[in-house]
């Protein structure tokens, strides 16, 4: 394997412990280990545009309990069951039953239901993980909210399982249209982009850019870049999401593979740029030109979140400041 492959696979499998993600992670992780030991069921609820981190958070608690086998029967603690687009009533318990490995038969919804429920219980799930829930309320979708969010309520109910819930912004449009699965519900916890305005956030992305520049130098693949170009050049291009952060580092390191190593160029760093889907404002592509102002990098980062009608966040100015 060349270094750049070597490179490219320590960056593929970097999960950067940095702020926003250790917050949730943290919380979420509590959530867990209360479901585990037979506390009151919780319905959690995350949202946040794509590329923020979500699923990197969903693999690392999930990983964190791994299933097992206690007298030959599977034991899935903490189970993760992604939802497709144009899911259906039907596929909802079918989609829990595929995740649990259990074999499908012809049911109808009711009798597929009371299977689900059956085997969670055999499998001793106590958690469940819900990965693009928002399918379920984008237009056409064939489950109508009041009865997705019925649904889900009722799975907490009658086994007290937590339900961890991830999905873009118009996840929130699940609970607006069932008040009780509302109610039942915690506050709804946002993942953002790291936004520039804030000198802590600030901070917390350059050090994800950090590792990541580390890990070039040390596979002999320094880039040349003064560091706080390369912070906000690749800012401009992701807004502050880390995962358009790290696909960026990917096709940086993959451009290298059949070259030997030397240091990287803003040559280098602009094809990179150009080859993946830019997740700044289009009128100010990344590495065209090394001065960037604070007005480029704040409509970099409100397109970031415009693209999932989440809204810029308002700073407030600290006591005593201008």
């Known amino acids: 394997m060349s270094s750049a492959k070597e490179l490219l696979r320590r960056i593929e499998t970097c999960e950067l412990p940095h702020p926003a993600y250790l917050k949730l992670f943290n919380l979420l992780n509590q ?41 030959g029967i599977r034991q899935v603690p903490v189970l993760v069951v992604r939802i497709p687009s144009n899911i259906s009533p039907k596929l909802l318990p079918k989609k829990v039953l595929t995740a649990l490995g259990v074999p499908l038969r012809d049911k109808t919804s009711g009798e597929l239901d009371e299977r689900m429920y059956a085997q969670l219980r055999l499998a001793g799930t106590r958690v469940i993980i819900f990965e693009e829930i928002s399918h379920l309320v984008e237009e056409g979708a064939k489950v109508p909210p009041r009865a997705a969010g019925d649904w889900y309520k009722d799975l907490a109910d009658v086994l007290n399982v937590t339900i961890l819930m991830f999905g873009v912004s118009r996840l929130e449009r699940l609970f607006d249209f069932n008040v009780p699965l509302g109610n039942r519900a915690s506050a709804k916890l946002e993942f953002r982009p790291y936004d520039f305005r804030s000198s802590d956030e600030q901070m917390a992305y350059a050090s994800c850019v950090r590792s990541y520049a580390d890990l070039f130098r040390d596979g002999g693949w320094p880039i040349e870049l003064p560091f706080q170009e390369l912070v906000t050049q690749t800012y401009l291009q992701n807004g502050g999401l880390i995962g358009i952060l790290s696909r960026f580092m990917q096709e940086l390191a993959t451009q290298m593979v059949y070259k030997s190593p030397r240091p990287l160029t803003l040559d280098d760093c602009r094809s990179a740029a150009r080859a993946i889907k830019s997740a700044g404002h289009p009128d100010f592509s990344a590495f065209k030109r090394s001065d960037v102002t604070p007005v480029e990098l704040n409509l970099a980062h409100a397109h970031a979140l415009e693209t999932d009608n989440m809204s810029v966040r308002r700073i407030v100015a600290p006591q005593g400041a201008g």
Do not use: C, D, Q, T
Not at 47 to 69: D, F, Q, T
């Open 31 to 71: 959530r867990i280990e209360f479901a585990l030991e037979g506390f009151a069921s919780r319905i959690e609820w995350v949202i946040g545009p794509s590329r923020v981190g979500k699923s990197m958070l969903i693999n690392s608690l999930a990983r964190r309990y791994p299933e097992s086998r206690v007298n």
